[in-house]
């Protein structure tokens, strides 16, 4: 039996959901990149680095090359990127609709602090 939709989307996103996965897609959004090159970036053990691109290339999301000696990943597809851009869209206009809600909080409070300390 085939999993609902919801369910497979839901294990999508959960596979995503790790800072250091993140981190590798942003950085193959402009090209293939090299093992060494995203260590010296994420600057994290080659070890758990090794962990995060095998769960991204199990997933399909990127793939991997080997030139010589060197080890390279890329996007598997350009939609990763396109949702990594949504997704700092979706955070912007968040972060906006929290900074609009700080400025009228505090607006709020300073003729109340003024009348206090009167």
């Known amino acids: 039996m085939q999993a609902p939709l919801y369910q497979v989307k839901a294990e999508f996103f959960r596979m995503l ?3 250091v996965r993140i981190r590798v897609l942003e950085l193959l959004q402009h090209g293939p990149v090299s093992v060494r090159d995203l260590l010296a970036d994420i600057e994290i053990e080659p070890s758990s680095l090794s962990q995060q691109l ?5 997933s399909g999301i990127v793939v ?3 030139e010589g000696s060197t080890v390279r990943y ?6 990763v990127a396109e949702l ?6 979706i955070l912007t206009e968040l972060l906006a609709g929290q900074h609009e ?3 009228e909080l ?3 409070e300073a003729p109340a602090t ?5």
């Open 114 to 118: 003024l009348h206090t300390t009167s």
């Open 106 to 108: 505090q607006q709020a």
């Open 74 to 79: 890329a996007l598997a597809g350009g939609d």
């Open 17 to 19: 959901g790790h800072p």
């Open 54 to 58: 095998a769960v991204l290339r199990r």
């Open 64 to 66: 991997s090359m080997r």
């Open 101 to 103: 809600l700080l400025t």
């Open 84 to 89: 990594l851009r949504a997704a700092r869209r």
